[in-house]
């Protein structure tokens, strides 16, 4: 099980899907938020089974924890903007993009959407965390 340090942002994540991975390896949060944690959703973990409790699919979107507070898919997104530093060219285009949680919403399905598309090419599981029957496959 995963734990993290008081005031940590907290990133789950499918680490199996090269997009994800290379977003969530750059983005990089101001100071004040006291790092990001990365956790992969691919290994239990007690936000895994958190978000899982709370019926959020982890398949459908990343989930950002701040605090006690859980951010899914496109809020997770937006939310993660906000936090983030505005250092480096990926970090500002990321802030400049994604800081409106109303072009969040709108660019977020389509994110996803090549996101299933890359992992069904490459022949990757779905993680699955809520268990639904036929559902393995993307």
Known sequence: MTSSPPGVAVLLYDKECP????????VRV????????????????????????AGLDID????????????????????????SSRSGLF??????????SRVSRYLYPLL???????LKMLRKHKINNLCKNNNDRF
């Open 60 to 83: 459908q979107g990343m989930v950002l924890k701040l605090g006690e507070q859980l951010y899914y898919g496109a809020d997770a997104i937006a939310a993660l903007a906000l936090i």
């Open 30 to 53: 101001n100071a004040a938020t006291g790092g990001l944690l990365l956790v992969d959703a691919r290994t239990p973990s007690e936000l895994l089974a958190q978000v899982t409790a």
């Open 91 to 100: 970090n500002r285009i990321n802030y400049w993009i994604f800081r409106s």
């Open 112 to 118: 996803r959407s090549m996101r299933n598309l890359l």
């Open 19 to 26: 997009l994800c991975d290379f977003y969530c390896r750059r």
